[in-house]
């Protein structure tokens, strides 16, 4: 996009959300004198993606899956096994179904926002138990892999599951089920830095994760509420 088509395409807040989370991420990078500049790319990507979701642009389920790889790199390096499957092994392929359910299910035909869907109750239903599966299959994985912190990084999955799922369905609860993932990775990453000070950039990252989280969900409640509302005056005309 062009500068003056951001500047229409994006709110105020938003380009002051987005470049707010790249100080910060920035700025911890350079306080926590962090050497991994990989760390850097995925914090400064994963920004960059939560606004971009936050308007239901599919670009940010593309840049999604280049933040898992990189993500999973970083988690192997600090032994959070868990963190590489799931990043790896379900949220990158999850990511790439949503850049295809996106693609198919646009808001308005040209338009470069996603539908919001209503989920009927008896698909959460059904969310909840195919979650608790994976989550318990993965645990004994995780637990083969003598994963750091193991009950933590299974609560991650769980949670890291719920958020890609329901992004996939294009629901505006995938901003909550990130939210909780990000909670749970202050966690983690706070036990990491115990031992290894740089690894407070990563908190810090996810604590920005979690502020442009929050965002996304009342974003999409603002974006499922218009696209409702678009929809009743295209029925009253046609009528």
Known sequence: MKTNRLFLYFTKFEIGLWLSSVAVIATSFVLFQSKNYLTLTASLIGATFLILNAKGNV????????????YGVISYSSAYYGEMITYLGMTAPIAVAAIVSWMKNPAEKGKNEVKVNQLAPKEYVFLLGLSTAVTIAFYFILAAFDTAVLWLSTVSVFTSFVGAYLTMRRSEYFAIGYAANDVVLIVLWLIAASKDSSCFSMVICFFVFLINDIYGFFSWLEMKKSQVIGRQRCFERSA
């Open 59 to 70: 670009w940010g389920q593309v840049l999604t899956v280049m933040f898992s790889v990189l």
